[in-house]
């Protein structure tokens, strides 16, 4: 029996040996002192906290939020999600303080108290003690009501957050104007799949539940109720009932709640609160919880509200335990289902699936049934499930697979409103102020994939701000391109400045949701800029269609005529001096990033408008096309044909002659546009821009943006995918470092861009096969063949280059020989040559044999045979003749045969597999000399000589070998060797001639692969000969011998 007692009282009394040491100095921490107490538990609890911040206040404060949760660096499935917010109301105090309590509890107590392990291995709890840092650090300890100015209350803007979030019953906006401190919030609620969440306040002791207003506009006393009102006050009384003080409902002087609970709008109406946002834009249930009279008690009262909630926020979280959960999942394949709707048959709310396909539905003990719904995706039958009291039921939901084609563009429109947003947006003009405001709260809200930037400043001080958005935001990450839109260059034309927002929001929103968005996201860095002139706009008007006003910046500059212009002799010095500070900012911004692909959006036509823009006479309607014209067509092409209407071509009122046929046009041929900025592109960067009319209307009605909106969103996309289009790589250096500033070129097209300073390009081509060469004053030229398709994929091709120098160029591809390779101030003598081929027989005999044909009466012709065991047996190898010095007046063959024979036996020394299996199965023949070499030649080196001087050729020619016995003896060389290859050596020209006479098709099969093999192991730009050099015709004898010889 004193056994059984005490167990009783052990289990009763169970929290008097809870670890509440926190207690035990009492005070309001600082906002640095919650930071510094966060990453110490997280030191200290690592296995079961992590600290975060979602974003910032006014003032920059983090928005911090402790997670505390088992195991909490890996997420166990179907576990769900909880938080508490508090101090959205500066000078309500003590809610902010009970959170830092609950955190260090819950720490503490994990493997102390059987409840608290419990909790913390079922839920995942996120913990916000402040989500008003700036009104906090502004109120006073002792103060129990906000003061007449609300300071403290309100954040640092003087806004009440609580009246701050979108309204259900609201339409007009959603996140313009909204606080940062709002926008975190929404953002945080939107993406993360929270169950349930308590707002914790002070002023009152009472537990409210939504909603908060109706669509009535009562101030009070009439009910606002959810369909899920009975969870609602289940939930609400859960808490009230476990403090004691609250369940009285009159712990304040005017405070008369039945139970301690109340319907929010039945109170007071309060319009724009967070807690109906939460139930009705994301599949969070949130309650209010009013903690105390005094909004700002002193902190000595902190334990005994410890006492009187503790109970009371620890039974809250376990609320999030109530009702069904489980995955929606395909029925055939068995795959989880995102974003699926899960309804309730007869209550008129549903919850969404997370990105696992996970869903929670809280419901009270009952039997409901329920299903899924999907895009793309047929509807399942309802199914039944029984929720018991104090249990989590679990139930999976099966969908049935639509055809693949349609099932993702259902899943996405599904989780979007009509235009395709996450967050419904305003169509809106903005004002300097608005656009400003807009963008830096893109840039709070969004910090993981944004970097809002300046480029400079407009005539009158404006900021020329830029949105970057990417996934490693303010990092150039090699191999992935850079992409800018520009908008508002001339001021009135404000269409464009809106469909950047716009855009912006769109890629912020559905990055990570959206396959597409994602995928551009993390594959392209992409800088928008809404306005290049700033200061024009501000003097425009909605309702502009046609005039000028605002068309030009402050100083009545066109800055569209304002760049250097490609046919106009600019100095450097009078760009300095007389171009716009917008303009010098543009072309300054264009040399600090590797852009490859632009658009500049303009208003009052609907086309697309690519290069050039003028012509040399500087005349309309004159076509004048890039050397990339193909290229431009593309893109301006892709533009056009997503447009539901440019492609059509079709006039504007007023204009009804000016048609274009696809919806583009060369810039020439439409009128003459001198200093331009797509030409300045184009001429001086890697970047190919082009110039887009959306629409007739220079400055519309704010009610027309939607149309244009969804009238552009498609092209303004697919023309960002073009930057992938043609090749891009690397260019390297043969140690692997990175060769900044090396030109790529394709053959045919007279325009080249350079690489980044990590080596990296990009070239835009449209479909085909293009010979691409990489060239750097420092290192040799490479050139390879690549074959573009029609995708937005590209091709990836990337080069080795070489240095420029001797000695790193024969110790890369010729064994070291840098005798093969340094300058030499005359031809070899036939004594050097025969000298030569003695050393090389004596450096290695079992390779290479020196020999001399003919030698009777002092004539002969010197040969070096090279093969591996070259005395032995060669029947059965093939017998390859190089004949370097057929022709006197072309000395290029002796030298060239002569380093070859040195590169095939010092290659064999080294032994590396080509050359070990060419002296394997071949014997080569060289033959340096036949004609012995002009000596006006040695030291006068001339391109062009009189062929009569070459006496072998010559006599061979003419049929009167028997008068030259080096012909002569050179004839019975190749009747008795019967070559099965020869390969003759000249000057006159890099190129390769083959046999004029009719051959069969094999035998010009093998021509062609012998003629294809020499070609491309050059490694070099193809030839263009100079006009001071020419081929001489009479060489076509040789290729007549030698077809009479062996053919």
């Keep these: ?480 391109p850079e992409f800018k839109y520009i908008a508002n260059m001339h001021g009135n034309e404000a269409v464009g400045r809106e469909l950047l927002l716009l855009l912006a929001q769109y890629l912020c929103q559905n990055y990570q949701t959206d396959p597409r968005v994602t995928r551009l996201v993390s594959s392209v860095r992409i800088h928008l800029m809404p306005s290049m002139n700033p200061d024009g706009f501000e003097v425009s008007s909605e309702g502009d269609a046609t005039s000028l006003t605002g068309r030009n910046n402050a100083n009545k500059v066109d800055l569209n005529r304002d760049f250097p212009d490609l046919y106009l002799d600019e100095s450097p010095l009078k760009v300095e001096k007389l171009k716009q500070p917008e303009t010098k900012a543009i072309m300054d911004w264009l040399h600090q990033y590797p852009f490859v692909l632009s658009a500049n959006l303009h208003g009052g036509a609907l086309v697309a408008n690519y290069p050039y823009d003028d012509n040399p006479e500087m005349r309309n309607g004159i076509e004048n096309l890039s050397p990339d014209n193909d290229v431009f067509v593309l893109l301006a092409r892709t533009y056009s044909d997503a447009h539901p209407t440019m492609h059509l071509g079709e006039p504007c009122p007023g204009l009804p002659n000016e048609r274009f046929h696809d919806g583009i046009v060369n810039g020439a041929k439409w009128y003459v546009v001198s200093g331009g900025m797509q030409d300045y592109n184009y001429q001086h960067s890697n970047c190919l821009e082009i110039t887009l009319e959306v629409g007739c209307f220079k400055y519309p009605n704010h009610t027309e943006l939607a149309k244009y909106w969804m009238d552009n969103r498609e092209p303004l996309l697919r023309f960002v995918e073009q930057i992938h289009r043609g090749v891009h790589g690397f260019v390297r250096s043969t140690e692997g470092n990175a060769i900044a500033n090396a030109s790529i070129t394709a053959l045919g097209i007279d325009h080249k861009v350079t690489t980044a300073k990590d080596g990296d390009y990009w070239r835009i081509l449209a479909p085909g096969t293009y010979d691409i060469t990489a060239s750097h004053k420092d290192y040799l030229s490479h050139t390879q063949r690549v074959t573009i398709l029609n995708d937005t994929v590209g091709v990836s091709l990337n080069f080795t280059l070489d240095r420029n120098d001797p000695r790193s160029w024969a110790i890369a591809y010729d064994f070291g020989i840098t005798q093969n390779v340094f300058a030499t101030d005359h031809y070899l003598t036939d004594e050097e040559i025969l000298a030569e081929l003695e050393r090389l027989e004596q450096t290695q005999p079992r390779v290479a044999q020196y020999y001399r044909t003919g030698d009777f009466a002092g004539i002969g012709i010197p040969s070096l045979k090279v093969s591996h065991q070259v005395g032995g047996p060669s029947e059965w190898k093939v017998k390859i003749a190089v004949i370097g010095g057929m022709f006197s007046t072309e000395p290029i063959g002796r030298e060239l045969s002569i380093r070859l024979a040195r590169h095939l036996v010092r290659g064999f020394e080294d032994s590396p597999p080509h050359i070990v299996q060419l002296l394997n199965s071949s014997v080569i023949h060289l033959y340096p000399e036949i004609d012995e070499i002009h000596t006006s030649l040695q030291h006068n080196m001339k391109c062009l000589m009189d062929a009569s001087l070459n006496k072998v050729g010559s006599a061979i020619l003419s049929n009167q070998t028997i008068k030259n016995q080096y012909a002569n003896l050179f004839l019975s060389i190749l009747n008795a060797e019967k070559f099965d290859v020869i390969v003759i050596l000249e000057g006159g020209g890099p190129t390769t001639i083959v046999s004029p006479k009719p051959i069969d098709s094999v035998t010009q099969k093998v021509y062609e692969m012998f003629t294809h093999a020499f070609v491309s192991g050059t490694n070099e730009i193809p030839f263009q000969p100079s006009d001071e050099c020419s081929m001489d015709s009479s060489k076509d004898w040789k290729l007549s011998l030698l077809n009479n010889l062996y053919i």
């Design 1 to 480: 029996m004193i056994k059984l007692l005490l167990i009783l009282m052990l289990t009763t009394f169970g929290y008097a040996f809870a670890n509440d040491s926190f207690l035990a100095h009492p005070k309001y921490l600082t906002h640095e002192e919650v930071d510094e107490l966060f990453k110490s538990l997280e030191k200290s609890h690592s296995n079961l906290t992590k600290v975060h911040s979602i974003g910032k206040s006014v003032l920059g404060k983090d928005l911090l939020v402790l997670e505390v949760s088992s195991n909490v660096h890996e997420r166990r499935p179907l576990k769900p999600m909880f938080k508490y917010v508090g101090n959205m109301h500066g000078d309500e105090a003590v809610g902010r303080e009970l959170i830092i309590f609950l955190g260090q509890y819950l720490l503490n107590n994990y493997n102390e108290d059987s409840r608290v392990k419990a909790l913390l291995d079922s839920v995942d709890i996120f913990l916000m003690p402040s989500m008003n840092p700036d009104g906090f650090a502004v109120s006073k300890e002792g103060s129990c009501e906000s003061d007449n100015s609300y300071r403290g209350r309100n954040n640092a803007n003087n806004v009440d957050l609580n009246r701050d979030f979108p309204d259900q019953f609201d339409h007009t906006s959603w996140n313009v104007g909204r606080q940062p401190e709002t926008l975190a919030l929404m953002s945080w609620i939107r993406k993360t799949p929270f169950v349930l969440s308590g707002n914790l306040h002070g002023g009152a002791v009472v537990a409210s539940y939504p909603y908060d207003d109706s669509s009535v506009g009562y101030e009070c006393c009439h009910e606002s109720k959810t369909p899920d009102d009975a969870v609602f006050k289940a939930l609400a009384l859960r808490y009230a009932s476990k403090n004691p003080l609250m369940h009285a409902g009159n712990s304040c002087e005017t405070d008369n709640f039945t139970d301690g609970i109340t319907n929010g709008a039945f109170w007071y109406e309060v319009k724009g609160g967070m807690q109906d946002f939460n139930y009705v834009n994301s599949s969070c249930f949130e309650v209010t919880f009013e903690l105390s009279c005094c909004k700002y008690p002193n902190a000595s009262d902190l334990p005994q509200y410890w006492k009187d909630n503790k109970d009371s926020l620890i039974s809250f979280i376990e609320g999030a335990l109530w009702g069904v959960k489980g995955y929606v999942k395909e029925s055939f394949t068995g795959e989880t289902i995102p974003f699926a709707t899960v309804e309730v048959k007869g209550i008129n709310h549903t919850v969404s699936s997370s990105m696992d396909g996970e869903y929670w539905r809280l419901l009270l003990p009952g039997d409901y049934e329920l299903r899924a719904l999907a895009p793309g995706y047929e509807a399942t039958n309802w199914t039944h499930v029984k929720i018991e009291e104090n249990k989590t039921s679990v139930l999976n939901i099966t969908v049935t697979n639509l055809p693949e084609e349609v099932k993702l563009e259902h899943l996405i429109r599904n989780r979007t409103d009509q235009f395709g947003f996450v967050i419904p947006q305003p169509f809106a003009h903005h004002h300097y102020a608005a656009l400003e405001k807009e963008l830096q709260n893109l840039a709070e809200e969004y910090p993981s994939i944004t970097r809002l930037y300046s480029i400079g400043e407009s005539v009158q001080h404006r900021q020329l701000y830029v949105l970057e958005i990417s996934d490693r935001p303010g990092v150039h990450q090699p191999g992935k």
